[in-house]
């Protein structure tokens, strides 16, 4: 395999337009109603598969029918789901997502079988053998921050292999343990408000100058429509959003860091690796759902011409 995710998956249930929540027992007529495989380990998996790479995804869900179909579509994207670890008797982790006409993504969560994941339900061995590894809401799956844990990703990227991380919470104190892999990752991808609950800093560049003071080798922080900035220690750069018609931004974060990875895989420097996930994102903005509107690496990279 290229790419291993480890983290955080979910069912997403999505519905768009939502302009409100009916009273009583009303029924509002909806244009979509979805069910994806997403989060940041599975979301992003997926997207990985639709822009060119072998991926394998880590990580736990429930032996419920969510998980049932959490499996059956990863596979039919083309995920590895073989090591994917299924928990007896617990919930696989699910949203409702109420999408508002203008894309924004209020949500109902349950997070289920992904805050018991610990460091025995991930293939090390497997670990040892890709190019890449993207850690997915290590905010959630707080097991992982174990000290053997770190020493094999301190050992995996002595080897050459890139490690990731994406965030999934907004939940200051989760945030803040989160904090602790930052020595042993090569870069992270954290939205602007993560970034400042992350640090307490005042602004995005003060707190991506203190997230890469603690160990990566990059800061990439997603900013919306106002795209990302990132720092590294040759300074900080923004990248520019693509105009694109938005349907829904649930997945945008997931996909940026899918074409991020896949720039790295393809030996693009970190600003240029920057703009393929800036194109993916606008790719997924234009669907329902984390993996809509993505198809393939050409496509992703046409819009950047």
């Known amino acids: 395999m290229t790419v291993a995710t480890v983290g955080v998956h979910i069912v997403d249930i999505l519905a768009r337009p939502v302009e409100r929540i009916p009273e009583g027992q009303d029924t509002v007529l909806v244009d979509q109603i979805r069910l994806t495989a997403a989060g940041a380990a599975a979301g992003?998996?997926?997207?990985?598969?639709?822009?060119?790479?072998?991926?394998?995804?880590?990580?736990?869900?429930?032996?419920?029918?969510?998980?049932?179909?959490?499996?059956?579509v990863m596979t039919k994207r083309g995920v590895d789901v073989g090591r994917l670890v299924r928990r007896a008797g617990e919930q696989t982790a699910a949203s409702i997502?109420?999408?508002?006409?203008?894309?924004?993504?209020?949500?109902?969560?349950?997070?289920?079988?992904?805050?018991?994941?610990?460091?025995?339900?991930?293939?090390?061995?497997?670990?040892?053998?890709?190019?890449?590894?993207?850690l997915g809401g290590m905010d959630v799956t707080f097991g992982l921050g174990d000290p053997a844990f770190f020493e094999l990703l301190d050992a995996v990227r002595a080897s050459g292999v890139?490690?990731?991380?994406?965030?999934?919470?907004?939940?200051?104190?989760?945030?803040?343990?989160?904090?602790?892999?930052?020595?042993?990752?090569?870069?992270?991808?954290?939205?602007?408000?993560?970034?400042?609950?992350?640090?307490?800093?005042?602004?995005?560049?003060?707190?991506?100058?203190?997230?890469?003071?603690?160990?990566?080798?990059?800061?990439?922080?997603?900013?919306?429509?106002?795209?990302?900035?990132?720092?590294?220690?040759?300074g900080a750069e923004p990248v520019p959003a693509l105009k694109t018609d938005v349907a829904d931004t649930t997945g945008c974060g997931d996909a940026y860091c899918a074409g991020f990875i896949t720039g790295l895989l393809h030996d693009q420097d970190v600003l240029t690796a920057a703009r393929w996930g800036t194109a993916a994102a606008a790719q997924v903005a234009t669907g329902l759902g984390s993996d809509a509107g993505l198809t393939d690496l050409a496509t992703t990279l046409a819009l950047l011409a």
């Open 162 to 234: 890139i490690v990731t991380m994406d965030l999934l919470s907004e939940m200051p104190d989760l945030l803040g343990m989160a904090r602790a892999f930052l020595p042993h990752v090569d870069y992270v991808l954290p939205n602007d408000a993560q970034a400042l609950l992350m640090t307490g800093a005042a602004d995005v560049p003060a707190a991506a100058a203190a997230l890469l003071a603690d160990g990566p080798r990059g800061v990439l922080v997603t900013l919306g429509a106002a795209g990302s900035l990132v720092v590294t220690e040759a």
């Open 97 to 134: 997502l109420p999408i508002r006409p203008d894309g924004g993504r209020p949500s109902f969560h349950v997070p289920g079988a992904n805050l018991g994941v610990t460091l025995a339900d991930l293939d090390t061995e497997t670990l040892r053998g890709v190019r890449a590894i993207h």
């Open 44 to 72: 992003t998996a997926v997207d990985l598969v639709k822009l060119g790479n072998e991926v394998v995804s880590m990580g736990a869900v429930g032996d419920d029918e969510l998980g049932d179909f959490l499996v059956a």
